[in-house]
């Protein structure tokens, strides 16, 4: 029997990174070693309040069903946590607490647009962006960046993709893939084009070199600013995050919280909490690890014949360009986990204007680098020999 499925079911692309890790999974059960570059995850430990925060409230019994928008000590810690970073007072109101910041990217679409309406992104872009779009029945246009000026978002080209049906700007800040960070004369920019501007700022902390990420908050009234604790505190698994939100939107987006997601985890909120108050430690020591990491991976991918146009300013992503080697970075990025055990994300995975070229993500030890670019290295020939033959 054929089943028949719903166009936006259809229209949601694979999310390659993870294609690419479950694949790299099953090469593990077979008894390979894979090394890892291809997940945007740290490989720091959470910080040690917020497992036990967690554990205790799960010894507690806190394992209910909360208020949809948050525990009301996690959203005055949020506030509080936004005006130590970014000087923005921020009432807790404004707080809605998320299960990851993907939830809160589809609950503000959810909120924004209806079927047919336009949300403007840089690309390339987070993968997930157009298919969070799509799923609510909107159409993602795509404003291109460059390498050569270091992957900024140009507001004037934002501005000339407006149309009447444009619902949204999304702007990230630090950048996945890039690594970019936008200035804060470009978020003012963007802001003033008079639409909802969606500011993804999870890899905030995660910076290089003295670089500093400006919050879109406070630049209008129509800011929603999303993040979350997976990357600055490594809680990926963890599962939370925020979206901080206009006053007169937020009970519209309290009503679709509780019918789509009712609430995050009681007992991963009180982890949230103990994250925000004792975890600075944490993003501190990632910093500190990764800026060396950044470098080693990108001299060694220079050596190897790869372009590296320039040092990521944040997140923990070197995104490079393989178009030496191959015009299909899906089947550079397969064959070299088939044939030499590393994993790495497609460029095509980040939309068009990334093919031919590779996302490594340096959150791994430097001993896994070093020993990931003499994999690839000894791989190299025979991929470009193949790619040219095609």
């Not at 960070?181 to 290089?208: F, N």
Request: charged content about 25%; glycine content about 8%.
């Amino acid at each position: 029997m054929r089943h028949a499925i719903a166009r936006r079911a259809r229209e949601c692309r694979p999310f390659l990174a993870m294609e690419l890790m479950e694949r790299a999974r099953e090469l593990e059960r077979a008894g390979r070693r894979v090394l890892h570059l291809e997940l945007g995850e740290p490989d720091f430990a959470p910080p040690a309040a917020a497992l036990r925060a967690c554990q205790l409230a799960l010894e507690r019994g806190e394992t209910r069903y909360t208020d949809s928008r948050g525990l009301p000590e996690l959203r005055a810690a949020i506030a509080a946590d936004l005006e130590r970073r970014f000087g923005a007072r921020v009432a807790a109101e404004r707080v809605l607490v998320t299960s990851g910041t993907s939830p809160a990217l589809l609950l503000v679409f959810s909120l924004l647009v209806d079927p047919g309406d336009e949300v403007v992104l840089g690309t390339p872009h987070y993968p997930c962006y157009p298919n969070f779009i799509r799923q609510v029945g909107g159409v993602p246009v795509l404003v291109e960046t460059r390498a050569e000026n270091g992957w900024q978002l140009d507001p004037a080209a934002v501005a000339r993709a407006l149309t009447s049906r444009t619902r949204a700007i999304v702007v990230a800040s630090p950048a996945n893939p890039t690594g970019a960070i936008q200035s804060e004369a470009t978020l003012r920019a963007l802001a003033a084009l008079g639409l909802p501007l969606v500011s993804d700022e999870i890899y905030d902390g995660l910076v290089y070199d003295g670089a500093r990420v400006s919050s879109a908050l406070g630049l209008s009234d129509q800011v929603f600013a999303l993040d979350g604790f997976s990357k600055r505190y490594a809680m990926t698994g963890f599962r939370l995050g925020w979206v901080v939100a206009p006053a007169e939107l937020m009970r519209p987006l309290q009503v679709l919280q509780q019918n789509l997601f009712i609430s995050a985890n009681h007992f991963v909120q009180r982890a949230g909490i103990a994250a925000l108050r004792e975890g600075e430690d944490t993003p501190r020591a990632m910093r500190e690890a990764y800026a060396p990491r950044r470098r080693l991976l990108a001299e060694g991918m220079r050596r190897l014949g790869f372009g590296v146009p320039a040092l990521p300013q944040g997140a923990f992503y070197l995104f490079v360009d393989a178009r030496e080697f191959t015009s299909d970075s899906l089947g550079f990025a397969r064959a070299l986990l088939e044939e030499a055990d590393v994993a790495v994300t497609p460029g095509i995975d980040f939309g068009a204007a990334g093919e031919g070229w590779l996302r490594l993500c340096y959150a791994a030890a430097e001993a896994t680098l070093e020993e990931a670019l003499q994999r690839i290295g000894s791989a190299l020939p025979s991929l470009a020999s193949r790619a040219a033959s095609r």
